[in-house]
């Protein structure tokens, strides 16, 4: 968990090449499935008709999709998962109480509580719109690349030498500012949720370099 720009997504990369998991990133199940949308194509969850137009242009914006159409993708993807033995780092995911109240006893019946950890990495609010204007992610892979002094200067992919662009929308100051919002308001109230749920959760600094993150976050979980 972290708001955007926390690095939150360099850390779940990291974990799941070292742990050998699964990266389950919403954003990307979201991104698919909106490039592969047909006109007027819908999903039905909790009875209701989620139109994937409408949907994109929620998420073009900023603004957090509809909860129950995330859940619905979202749980799909970790039942075929799971089926297939892995195991997941989930980034992004659960971004609401909605969402975390579906998929929280999911993963507990899949997985076993003990089995399941929550990190939050901290950062400012100034960080946080600093960091994602600055944002980069490759054209091949989508990996992004954080500002950083280290990285600034970087114009290819350290893992697959493609392309470094900025993301069209959604790296926008006013976007991101929208963003920051709705993580204040929907996605932070989900770390008491969760301690409700008793799961295991952690609190990271995530202003360090990622690598000095990264081994924080290895100790971390280690608990
Ligand atoms: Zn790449």
Request: glycine share 6%; aromatic share 8%; proline share 6%.
């Amino acid at each position: 968990m972290g708001a955007p720009g926390s690095g939150k997504g360099t850390q779940a990369e990291l974990l799941a090449e070292r742990l050998n998991f699964y990266y389950f990133e919403t954003s990307k199940i979201l991104e698919e499935k909106f490039n592969k949308a047909k006109e007027n194509e819908f999903i039905k969850a909790d009875g209701k008709k989620y139109f994937l137009k409408d949907e994109k242009n929620l998420w073009k914006t900023g603004k957090l999709c509809s909860p129950p159409f995330v859940t619905y993708l979202v749980m799909e993807k970790i039942k075929k998962l799971y089926k297939e033995g892995k195991s997941l780092i989930l980034s992004g995911s659960p971004r609401t109480i909605y969402e975390s109240q579906k998929i929280v006893p999911l993963l507990k019946q899949l997985y076993g509580i003990n089995n399941i950890k929550v990190i939050l990495i901290n950062i400012t609010p100034k960080e946080t719109i600093f960091r994602n204007s600055h944002r980069r992610i490759c054209e091949l892979m989508r990996h992004p690349v954080l500002y950083s002094k280290e990285t600034k200067k970087i114009k290819k992919c350290p893992l697959d030498g493609s392309k470094l662009l900025k993301r069209a929308g959604l790296d926008d100051p006013e976007s991101i500012k929208v963003r920051l919002k709705e993580y204040k308001e929907r996605t932070l109230p989900l770390m008491e949720h969760f301690k409700k749920e008793k799961l295991r959760t952690k609190e990271i600094n995530g202003s360090p370099p990622p690598a000095d993150v990264f081994k924080n976050i290895l100790k971390a979980i280690k608990i």
